[in-house]
């Protein structure tokens, strides 16, 4: 119903940052909650941030508050990842995830539709 294509990652360095973007096509993305997770090599997946489908109920993660900010275009059906001063512990592959219905979530099993990931590997 909804596809998801991640882009943007990429080698970054310690302190640097990068934004993510998450190109959605299928059904309307306006209606869909969004959110971010990421999986580093051995690791379970991670909650990163969600955002109701029109923006005005954003959370993140204590991991990434105040560092990374999500957010989205409907109009371009393309939701983002903005995150600033990474550290070499938060190499990961990054996904973006959509939720059907339902409010904002933490839980990847909350969601529908997923990304291939996009990898964004933080050198020291």
């Known amino acids: 119903q909804v596809q998801l294509v991640e882009s943007g990652g990429g080698l970054v360095q310690a302190g640097g940052s990068l934004r993510l973007s998450c190109a959605a096509s299928?059904?309307?993305?306006?209606?869909?909650?969004m959110g971010w997770f990421r999986q580093a090599p051995g690791k379970e997946r991670e909650f990163v941030a969600t955002?109701?489908?029109?923006?005005?109920?954003?959370y993140h993660a204590d991991s990434v508050k105040g560092r990374f900010t999500i957010s989205r275009d409907n109009a371009k059906k393309t939701g983002y990842l903005q995150m600033n001063s990474l550290n070499p512990e938060e190499t990961a592959v990054y996904y973006c995830?959509?939720?059907?219905?339902?409010?904002?979530?933490?839980?990847?099993?909350?969601?529908?539709?997923w990304g291939q990931g996009t990898k964004v590997p933080v050198s020291s």
């Open positions: 995830a959509a939720r059907g219905r339902g409010d904002i979530s933490a839980a990847a099993a909350g969601y529908d539709y």
């Open positions: 299928g059904r309307t993305f306006v209606n869909y909650v």
């Open positions: 955002i109701s489908p029109v923006g005005f109920t954003i």
